[in-house]
């Protein structure tokens, strides 16, 4: 989706300063190689093969970096695709005068992105009426795109219409991602904040409910229904992504599952035969924003759900290791508990096993110490066996990393391939230390250097590293440590 474009300068910025931001909001990967963005006068096209993660953020601009200052960022963002080099343009877009998206005064510029066939996939405007157009012939990309001819004055176009008045260095974005709703002066390129805090409410809600959690005979359904809405005309049809991760190993990439569906009925989008796995949907309603998503797993056919208030458990970090306690009733009906452990909340393994020696009293207590936790964000949670072969899970708890610094690392690509971009945003100038670490706290590689105040970018190489999740660490001599995971594809 577009989620975010400035299309008026600051007058120290030059016009190359311009940026148009997409936003991908999953459930998957979605390659827009040969896609198109255009505001009617110019348009650019997309390299073959470049990929968009979900929760990925993708910057077009007129220049390598979009500098402090402009359009109220408050840190310099890397552009992922610099028009003005790229030879990926319908012409020479011009880096004086009004550059590509000027929209000063009672101009309404209009930013519209196709997929390769000419489908709309997304359009943006300030305000109609839009702002001519004219015919444009898009860039081949040296034969490894089709050209298209178009006039978006001459084609239906649904245009989403942000509302907000024009002037030097605005910027507009999407309050939340994937809602209606824009603000002015907003922040969202890269990671950056600004000055604007926005709502936190979206404009449509929903809720999921899990109304079969057990696939027996595949057979697991979900309904998702749309609270406060006095007209489901205007959020029906609902269009939907549905995503299985088949691998299970909690990375949707191009290797899972998708099944692209549409609702029509009202008031909820209902889902049924879906059998046991690891479950995301995205949904776009009628409006062709207000996008919602959930994500959820449907049970192996003999997985019970615990009875209320039958079972209490408890989790804490003391120092390096993990407390866990938990307290369990009818224990004349429990064969055993396992104690497992995940990195990710989602995929767990068994770390610690407890057969019920006594079950003379229905009600007991249990304690363990897991010695062995991880540097890392964890989650813990205990599985139940029952003496009828039935199992049931207690709630999941999360542990935090130790001296987790959360938001000093951003990591690009993610998944990675072979080479990994490590973004550290350092309090002083100082040496450290780059580790790459497997998920059980093992050290695959290391590099030590200096930093400065502020981004700097440090490249990891990650060839002949097996599939899977791993944690990028750094630390300096005083200690201070920042952790974040990456999944290696």
Known sequence: MLNEYMPWTTNTCTVNGEFIELYNFGPGPVNVGCYMVT?????????????????????????????????????????????????????????TGDGFLTDGGSANEQVVLFDPN???????????????????TSSTMA????????????????????????GRGNSFARKLDGDCEWDKDPQQSGGATNNTAGSTVSSLSSVLSITNPNACSDNGSISIAFTGVSDYSTVFPVDYILAKDVDSNNVFDLADLYINGVDSTSPSVDISGLSAGHYEIAL?????????????????????????????????????????????SKIERTQKFEIERSVDGINFKKIQSFAIQSKIQSIQSFKFYDVNALVGTS???????????????????????????????????????????????????????????????????????????????????????????????????????????????
């Open 379 to 489: 989650y813990y949670r205990i599985k139940i066996l029952y003496n009828n072969n039935t199992v049931a899970y207690s709630a999941v708890k999360k542990i935090e990393g130790v001296d987790v610094e959360r938001n000093a690392i951003t990591l690009f690509p993610n998944p990675v391939l072979n080479i990994l971009n490590v973004n550290f945003q350092s309090e002083s100038s100082k040496d450290i230390v780059v580790m790459l670490l497997q998920a059980d706290g093992k050290s695959l590689r290391q590099k030590q250097t200096h930093v400065n105040i502020g981004y700097n970018k440090i490249i990891m190489e990650t060839t002949g590293i097996q599939k899977g999740l791993y944690f990028i660490k750094i630390y300096d001599k005083t200690g201070r440590t920042a952790i974040k995971k990456i999944y290696k594809q």
């Open 39 to 95: 505001d009617g006068d110019f348009s650019i096209t997309f390299p073959p093969n470049t990929i968009i993660n979900a929760g990925q953020f993708f910057v077009l601009g007129g220049k390598d970096t979009i500098p402090y200052g402009c359009a109220n960022i408050d840190s310099a963002v890397f552009v992922d695709l610099n028009w003005s080099t790229c030879n990926c343009t319908s012409g020479t877009i011009p880096t």
């Open 284 to 328: 776009q309603p009628k409006s062709g924003c207000n996008y919602q998503f959930y994500e959820f797993t449907i049970l192996p056919c003999n997985t019970v759900l615990l009875e209320s208030g039958t079972f209490n458990f408890y989790a804490k970090r003391q120092d390096n290791s993990v407390q866990l306690t938990w307290t369990a």
């Open 143 to 166: 034969g490894a795109c089709v050209s298209k001819v178009f006039d978006l004055d001459t084609m239906s176009i649904s245009y989403e219409i942000i509302g907000q008045s024009a």
């Open 118 to 136: 000419l489908k709309i996939v997304d359009a943006v405007v300030r305000k109609l009426p839009a702002e001519s157009s004219t015919a444009i």
